[in-house]
């Protein structure tokens, strides 16, 4: 079966779809192969076909593919569990490096004591995001005397 020469049915199959998608979608984020294999094998293969393009549809185009799957890493290193995957590796050559309020945030999402670099760069960042906007100095031009 093909997707739907129509727009009318189209635009249905994905209405349709739209509850698949989110529940696929949590599926990915908290369960796993298992319960993403039973869902998708419930599909009929018009489903299937049509379920990326979904999917593809819901997704925000105006974030970095870092935000979109920051959720994923479990920030497994080389250092502390194994080798680095390639994804792994992916996913940090997109994120700001410590000493940044990026990675402070980092730090504290994962319940971590930020490191000296990054507990600086907060205190900088917060100084500066508390400042007043500047004001124009007077030059003294236009000023009667
Ligand atoms: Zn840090």
């Known amino acids: ?10 635009e249905q199959l994905a209405e349709r779809l739209i509850p698949v998608a989110c529940d696929l979608i949590c ?6 192969p298992d319960a993403i294999g039973r869902l998708l094998d419930s599909l009929a293969p018009d489903e299937a076909r049509a379920l990326p393009v ?4 819901m997704v925000p185009t105006d974030r ?20 680095a995957t390639p994804r792994h590796e992916a996913y940090a050559a997109g994120l ?7 990675a ?23 100084r500066n995001r508390n400042r007043p906007p ?10 009667a005397a």
């Open 104 to 126: 402070y945030v980092r730090h504290k999402k994962r319940g971590e004591n930020p490191c000296g670099p990054c507990r600086q760069a907060e205190r900088a960042y917060q």
């Open 64 to 83: 970095p593919v870092t935000d979109l799957l920051a959720w994923t890493t479990t920030w497994a290193t080389a250092s502390d569990d194994g080798p």
């Open 96 to 102: 700001k490096p410590c000493g940044t309020h990026a």
């Open 54 to 57: 979904v999917l593809a549809a």
């Open 1 to 10: 079966m093909t997707i739907p020469a129509s727009l009318h049915e189209r």
């Open 27 to 32: 599926r990915v984020h908290d369960d796993g």
């Open 134 to 143: 500047r004001q124009p100095q007077p030059t003294g031009q236009g000023v």
